[in-house]
């Protein structure tokens, strides 16, 4: 259940998974990215953008390795 994912990531998490399923998957890929996105504002401190809200939330053990190396 996605009940304790903030809103912004949640929303963006359904929407790729209705993409995936109905096979938009470039539209899929999007919508996980702004799912990233939301988690880096959420979560990273220093976030001036994706990639560095990436290497924080890396750095921090939010993600792992392969999530940040397939972002």
């Known amino acids: 259940s996605l009940g304790s994912v903030p809103k ?3 929303n ?3 929407e790729a998974g209705k993409c995936y399923s109905s096979g938009a998957y470039s539209a899929c890929a999007v919508m996980c990215r702004k ?3 939301a988690i ?3 979560k990273a401190k220093k976030q001036r953008n994706l ?3 990436l290497k924080e939330l890396k750095a921090s053990g939010v ?3 392969r ?3 397939w972002a």
Do not use: W
């Open 8 to 10: 912004p990531v949640r």
């Open 12 to 14: 963006a998490l359904e």
């Open 35 to 37: 799912a990233l996105e």
């Open 40 to 42: 880096s504002i959420e």
């Open 51 to 53: 990639a560095e809200g």
């Open 63 to 65: 993600i792992d390795s």
């Open 67 to 69: 999530l940040f190396n």
